[in-house]
């Protein structure tokens, strides 16, 4: 679903509520004050939309029972995509895998699409196509085409907790670009992964993305993060995809978010179109994403969402 918008860090108090964005994020901090809406050197002076408020600021380390019921949901998003790769095809409309998908977690999982209805969103996914970076809308009239590559990000919630992921789908015979791009992405989301432990920072999440992709030639966006994520879709902390190792909050075991890198061809610049919820690159170069819900734990981290060809990654 919505990746996070990342909240510049100020050190002001403020009585807005905290957010999940209002632009680029200042160097990464464990501080936990609230930001301001009048901090000059953080540029957060307009009024935060709707969508960008969690009412959950402060991380919430999940119980060994919440784990579980979080495992469960993970296990079951992971059974919605083993379901898509029968289906995405060309030829098919992004609105039609919408509602397979809607259809296959209501009554095949008795499961919730978390998506639909949160931030008054009407689907149960995004659809991200070609230069499409995060938030693309189904289409009914959008047919996948030999060439593309897609991004479907869903959510799944049962028994009260929530599972995010996504994965690109490559259509027919894609250019060897594109397929590198989508390769580069994959890869710099595990790298991030694999840091994930105790005692390491969000920091050092960030700096293996970013040191990972740019070797690769491509660039990190930076107005969109990960999360936490729980009992609601959007928990502290944010997990962006770059930084500096050894800064930011401690990990804890416990404590479960998403790792969802934004990779672009060309800048990592955005914009948003007049939907309100499609996020483009601003040179219409093609961007790539993928994601996983992890649960750090005593010794180093689980991918709640892992798919079953990728056992060998666990």
Request: glycine share 8%.
């Amino acid at each position: 679903m919505r990746s996070a918008r990342p909240v510049r860090s100020c050190r002001a108090p403020s009585t807005l509520r905290p957010s999940f964005g209002c632009g680029l994020a200042c160097s990464q901090s464990s501080t936990r004050t609230l930001p301001t809406t009048s901090c000059a050197k953080c540029c957060c002076a307009t009024p935060l939309p709707a969508w960008r408020l969690s009412p959950v600021t402060k991380v919430q380390l999940k119980t060994p029972r919440e784990q579980e019921l979080m495992r469960h949901s993970g296990q079951l998003l992971s059974q919605v995509f083993q379901m898509l790769d029968g289906f995405v095809a060309a030829g098919i409309t992004t609105m039609e895998i919408d509602r397979q998908v809607e259809d296959f977690i209501t009554n095949t999982l008795k499961a919730r699409p978390a998506s639909k209805g949160q931030y008054d969103y009407p689907y149960s996914l995004n659809s991200s196509i070609n230069e499409v970076v995060c938030h693309g809308m189904p289409s009914a009239s959008r047919k996948l085409k030999n060439g593309d590559i897609v991004n479907l990000d869903i959510t799944l919630e049962k028994d009260g907790f929530i599972a995010d992921s996504s994965k690109m789908y490559l259509i027919g015979d894609v250019a060897p670009a594109a397929r590198q791009l989508a390769r580069a992405s994959y890869e710099a989301m595990w790298k991030g992964i694999e840091t994930v432990r105790p005692g390491a920072t969000l920091g050092d999440i960030g700096h293996a993305i970013q040191q990972y992709a740019e070797k690769q030639g491509y660039s990190v966006v930076r107005e969109y993060c990960g999360h936490g994520i729980g009992r609601e879709m959007h928990e502290a902390p944010q997990i962006l995809h770059y930084g500096r190792p050894g800064t930011g909050e401690a990990l804890q075991a416990g404590m479960t978010f998403t790792i969802e890198p934004m990779i672009n061809q060309g800048t990592y610049k955005t914009k948003t179109k007049k939907d309100g919820w499609t996020v483009v690159t601003r040179d219409k170069k093609l961007s790539a994403q993928w994601e996983h819900t992890v649960l750090v734990t005593n010794q180093g981290c689980e991918v709640l969402t892992l798919r079953s060809e990728e056992k060998n990654r666990a």
